[in-house]
């Protein structure tokens, strides 16, 4: 039997346009809880020893057929490591037959479609007119939604903070446009329209008190139950949207622990289920999904298949 391709150099085969559309679209078939796509939510094994854990994103579409799974590997790192935070494998099979169809690697996928995503929730929720981006974190997810809001909107300003001013200052330097380094998270998120938190942190780093009112917070980071990047007045301040309310019940501890409400799943506001709250303090708490990764994964293979 033939081996099937691995798929290392991708991130030209992931156009970011064409993927907030098919994300947008799986998005809100999720919401409507249809027997068509099945995506359990995820499977986390601990790894106690090593302060990780390995995700395991199996998702199936049945309407377009596409059958993935992937497979993501997440450390807390000490400050200063050089290792990856996120380490992932995606698999795209034939449901068919069961085959596998490629092998591919999880790293620009994930950036992309976490960003996509957030874009997605930006687009409906952050305030009309929206001038001042910031940034919280400079790893993968920071570079990452810098590059896709950046590409789908228009700001006046784009800040940064991170833990490591040298990170942060590297971070500026290789962006593709001007972005502000701040000394703190209160100086970074004070007036800022909308605010990324793209950490590793398993604390609160970012207070409802500095937040604009108004404002909408895309939180990428804090995938654990007992882990937080927001605080409790953040949460119950304002409207809490999330990719999964499944997702968010069982690995968010800024939901979970908080004990804040959530308001809608982002693909009930694509649906027209529920709205979208743009003049209230808006935060849309983001996981990951498979389903994520089997549409990204699609769209790679499709590429790589008409270029062959
Ligand atoms: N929602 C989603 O779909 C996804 C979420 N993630 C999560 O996003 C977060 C960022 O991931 P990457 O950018 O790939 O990681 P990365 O390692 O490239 O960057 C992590 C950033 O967090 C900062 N950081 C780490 N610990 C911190 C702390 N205690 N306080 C403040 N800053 C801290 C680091 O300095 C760095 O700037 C992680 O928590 C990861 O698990 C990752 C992929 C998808
Ligand atoms: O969706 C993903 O991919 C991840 N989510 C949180 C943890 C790291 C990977």
Redesign the pocket.
């Known amino acids: 039997s033939m081996s099937p391709p691995v798929l290392y150099c991708i991130a030209q085969l992931l156009d970011v346009a064409e993927l907030i559309s098919r994300l947008e679209a799986v998005m809100g078939e999720f919401s409507q809880r249809g027997a068509g796509l099945v995506q359990p939510v995820r499977s986390v094994v601990p790894l106690q020893k090593h302060g990780g854990f390995l995700g395991l994103m199996p998702a199936y579409l049945a309407h377009e057929d596409i059958l993935c799974t992937k497979m993501v590997a997440?450390y807390q790192r000490e400050q200063g490591s050089s290792l990856?935070?996120?380490q992932a494998t995606v698999l795209l099979f034939d449901p068919v037959s069961g085959v596998v169809s490629a092998v591919m690697d999880g790293e620009v996928i994930?950036a992309r479609r976490?960003a996509a995503v957030s874009a997605i929730s930006a687009k409906l929720l952050m305030p009309r007119h929206a001038e001042i981006l910031c940034l919280l974190?400079?790893?993968?997810?920071?570079v990452s939604h810098y590059e896709v809001f950046t590409q789908a909107f228009t700001f006046k300003e784009v800040r940064v903070w991170?833990?490591?001013k040298e990170?942060a200052e590297e971070f500026a330097r290789a962006a593709g446009g001007p972005v502000t380094v701040c000394p703190s998270v209160k100086e970074a998120v004070e007036g800022a329209d909308v605010i990324v938190t793209?950490?590793?942190?398993?604390e609160p780093?970012l207070f409802g008190k500095w937040v604009k009112s108004g404002a909408h917070v895309a939180a990428?980071?804090?995938?654990r139950p007992d882990w937080r990047e927001l605080d409790d007045d953040l949460m119950r301040d304002a409207v809490v949207y999330v990719d999964s309310r499944e997702g968010a019940a069982a690995e968010s501890g800024d939901v979970i622990l908080s004990g804040a409400e959530v308001f809608a799943e982002l693909g009930e506001m694509i649906n027209g289920s529920m709205p979208a709250q743009r003049d209230k303090t808006t935060v849309f708490k983001?996981?990951?999904m498979g389903i994520q990764d089997a549409v990204s994964a699609k769209l790679v293979y499709d590429k790589w298949k008409s270029q062959q």
């Open positions: 997440f990856p935070t996120t994930t976490t974190g400079s790893g993968h997810q920071a991170s833990r490591s990170r793209a950490t590793n942190a398993s780093l990428v980071g804090a995938c983001s996981l990951g």
